[in-house]
């Protein structure tokens, strides 16, 4: 395909990026959804029926992302994001941060992020590295035991989509990376992309559910296919 060297590139990239990281995925045989139950873990109505059970689970969850290290294809994006000159946006539906500290700087978690608690007394987002299952006080206002994960559970509305869509209303290149399609809004983005005209890629290690959206598909480990994939698009700049 033929892509503009100032053109505009969307990535969306899933819980199979940081599977190489030592991440569990969601669906993937043994997966978090094998281990726990989506309406006890990951709904508003579980926080108010066992918040307990719902810190433990992101607390578990930001220490195993703490001690994980990103692999080859976070490397691959955050150098794309320093050579591109066209725009570009990594849009990833994970909560670890494990881009971020690979270098992308284009990036946006749309659903929300380890790193940070939100207080449900004064509304302030702030970073947070301890477990919220000791009911830390809030950094900003000072209460205790109103911190909760800054996460997008289900029946929540994902962050960011104004600016997500926008960008997906003038993309050329639209790829999506170690993501099942199986979650809405971030499965319909391939047809977003289509509709503005744009080339569609999924890397991913098997077909996903949209796979048949997509104009092409390369599939195999995240690490191995997605820093060939970005040796393409830069020797092509
Ligand atoms: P899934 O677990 O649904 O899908 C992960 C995908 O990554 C699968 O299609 C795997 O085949 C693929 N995969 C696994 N290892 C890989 C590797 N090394 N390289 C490339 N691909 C690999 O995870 P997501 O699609 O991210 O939402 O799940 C979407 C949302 O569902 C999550 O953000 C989460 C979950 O419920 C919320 O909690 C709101």
Do not use: K
Not at 95 to 120: F, I, K, N, P, Q
Not at 128 to 157: K, N, T, Y
């Amino acid at each position: 395909m033929a892509l503009p060297q100032d053109g505009n590139i969307v990535i969306l990239t899933g819980a199979g990026i940081s599977a190489e990281s030592g991440l569990d995925t969601f669906r993937d045989a043994g997966g978090l959804w094998a281990q726990h139950r989506v309406e006890d873990v990951a709904t508003p109505e579980a926080f108010a029926r066992n918040a307990d059970l719902v810190l433990n689970f992101y607390d578990s969850r930001r220490e195993g992302a703490a001690a994980a290290r990103p692999n080859a294809a976070h490397a691959a994006l955050a150098r794309l994001d320093r050579e591109w000159r066209g725009g570009l946006l990594i849009v990833t539906q994970n909560v670890d941060d494990l881009h971020e500290r690979a270098g992308a700087e284009r990036l946006l978690h749309m659903h929300g992020s380890l790193a940070l608690a939100w207080c449900t007394a004064c509304d302030a987002r702030v970073p947070i590295a301890q477990d919220l299952i000791d009911r830390p006080a809030c950094p900003a206002c000072g209460a205790s035991g109103h911190l909760r994960p800054d996460v997008v559970w289900f029946g929540e509305m994902p962050y960011e989509m104004d600016r997500i869509y926008a960008a997906l209303g003038i993309v050329d290149l639209f790829v999506s990376i170690g993501t099942s399609g199986a979650v809405y809004p971030a499965a319909g983005f391939v047809q977003e992309a289509r509709t503005s005209g744009a080339h569609c890629l999924e890397i991913n290690l098997e077909p996903s559910q949209g796979t048949h959206v997509f104009h092409e598909a390369r599939h195999g480990q995240a690490g191995q296919v997605v820093p060939a994939w970005v040796d393409e698009v830069l020797d092509m700049a």
